[in-house]
């Protein structure tokens, strides 16, 4: 079955940068998503990639992907403490959300001053 | 333009009894999507719903249905409630025509089940 592992929590230095890491194991998937969730809030997607690139770029988040592996990343360049929140990947196989998306269970970004 | 409303925020149920929560979604879209995500989980995809019909639905048991109405809204029911229902529920609007599947979440409404 479909499954999306992410480490729980990860701490990092006002200012660094912060690198969230996520494996999964369908390997149709098609598409690849970050999610960021704040306290009391809903979900909103940071970004996105296909599964035919490597890499994405979007001002201060960097997506890679090495889809032999199966290991997507998520850097946040300059990190400040509005990133503080629980940061989702997900994954889907038709896109649209026609199958849902499997998330993992989120990893709670936590910044130091 | 609106983003995704739901209703109630917080209700309080007993187990056995039926629930009915609410989602409006974005303007100018025609496709919800419903999620659970129980305390420290991720979301679990429960299904979708396009153009009123079911689209799509993850692996929830038949007592979990969904309505979707001609302007998109849409309601999430869950029958004979039990403990572990207990969760916030989110719904998601997005536009059928988009590749990327962008969904556009809800605040969601947190069920408790005593």
């Known amino acids: 079955g479909e499954d999306v592992e992410q480490s729980l929590f990860l701490s990092v230095r006002e200012g660094d940068s912060s690198v969230i890491n996520c494996t999964y194991t369908d390997s149709s998937s098609t598409y690849l998503y970050w999610y960021k969730q704040e306290p009391g809030a809903g979900l909103q997607l940071l970004t996105y990639?296909?599964?035919?690139?490597d890499m994405k770029q979007d001002q201060r988040l960097t997506v890679l992907l090495n889809k032999k592996d199966k290991h997507l990343s998520l850097r946040i360049a300059d990190t400040q403490t509005g990133d503080s929140a629980i940061y989702f990947c997900?994954?889907?196989?038709?896109?649209?959300?026609?199958?849902?998306?499997?998330f993992g269970k989120g990893t709670h970004l936590i910044i130091q001053p | 333009e609106t983003g995704v409303t739901q209703s109630p925020t917080h209700l309080i149920k007993t187990r056995g009894q039926q629930v009915t929560l609410r989602c409006s979604s974005q303007s100018g879209h025609n496709t919800v999507s419903w999620y659970q995500q129980a305390l420290g989980q991720g979301p679990q995809f429960i299904f979708q719903y396009y153009r009123e019909e079911e689209n799509g639905r993850g692996n929830f048991p038949p007592r979990f249905s969904g309505l979707q109405f001609p302007n998109y809204s849409s309601e999430l029911n869950v029958n004979a409630l039990e403990l572990d229902d207990s969760a916030l529920y989110l719904c998601a609007s997005s536009s059928g025509t988009e590749a990327t599947g962008e969904l556009f979440f809800g605040e969601g409404s947190r069920l408790t089940v005593l």
């Open positions: 990639i296909f599964s035919n690139m």
């Open positions: 997900a994954e889907s196989i038709k896109g649209g959300g026609a199958d849902g998306l499997t």
